[in-house]
């Protein structure tokens, strides 16, 4: 069964502390993306990377890196975390080549920064 | 821009049948998904639509018109298990996914 791993389902940070969201897939996809969902407003792309090494900026990038070290492994850091980061945080897995395969997700962090 | 619009929310009867309309505003056209979410879990995939017309899979079924830049999620049979947020996703000319904010589908028995 394909999988899509978050570290943690919920994280509570305090508010200038830097904090690191890691995801692993096991589905060898190149592609690989962040977003984070809140009430009404629906899925926002924060990063996303087509290959090892490489990132690209989403709609909601201030604030965030990723590190993509690893084919696997797409890693989402807040450099100094913010009540208004506060958020379900989500990260997914796609092929390259299949047009009609969509995203896997995994199931999600819920961070509460007070 | 690009704008992907749905119902915020619909209520439905179980058993009853019920369609959630989707309509769409992208740069370009790569397809288009139905997402299905249970609370506090992960979106998961529910069906894909890239060229006109119906696709049926069991209880559920997609209509697309591109020209109409609409689509359609028709659930049947409803179960109370069906009591989900039910997302938008067009693919555009980028191949990004394009989100709408969901619809909360709740059943009542």
């Known amino acids: 069964d394909v999988k899509v791993t978050q570290s943690s389902r919920y994280l509570v940070k305090r508010t200038g502390e830097k904090v690191f969201l890691e995801c692993v897939q096991d589905?060898?996809?190149?592609?690989m993306f962040w977003y984070r969902q809140d009430p009404g407003l629906g899925l926002r792309l924060i990063y996303f990377?087509?290959?090892?090494?490489?990132?690209e900026k989403g709609d909601i990038p201030e604030g965030y890196s990723v590190s993509r070290e690893k084919k696997e492994r797409f890693s989402l850091i807040l450099e100094s975390a913010s009540t208004n980061q506060t958020s379900m945080y989500l990260c997914a897995s796609s092929p390259t080549g299949r047009t009609y395969y969509g995203y896997t997700f995994g199931s999600g962090t819920r961070l509460t920064v007070v | 821009g690009q704008n992907i619009d749905q119902p915020t929310e619909m209520t439905a009867t179980e058993g009853a049948i019920v369609q959630i309309n989707c309509t769409y505003q992208t740069s370009g056209f790569n397809g288009l998904f139905w997402y299905q979410q249970h609370a506090g879990e992960a979106p998961t995939f529910l069906s894909y639509n890239v060229l006109d017309g119906l696709e049926e899979k069991g209880r559920f079924s997609s209509f697309l018109s591109r020209s109409k830049g609409y689509s359609y999620l028709l659930l049947k049979e409803l179960q109370m298990k069906d009591s989900a947020s039910y997302l938008c996703a067009v693919r555009d000319s980028n191949y990004q996914l394009i989100w709408g904010a969901g619809t909360k589908l709740i059943i009542k028995p």
């Open positions: 990377s087509y290959d090892v090494k490489m990132k």
């Open positions: 589905m060898d996809h190149e592609n």
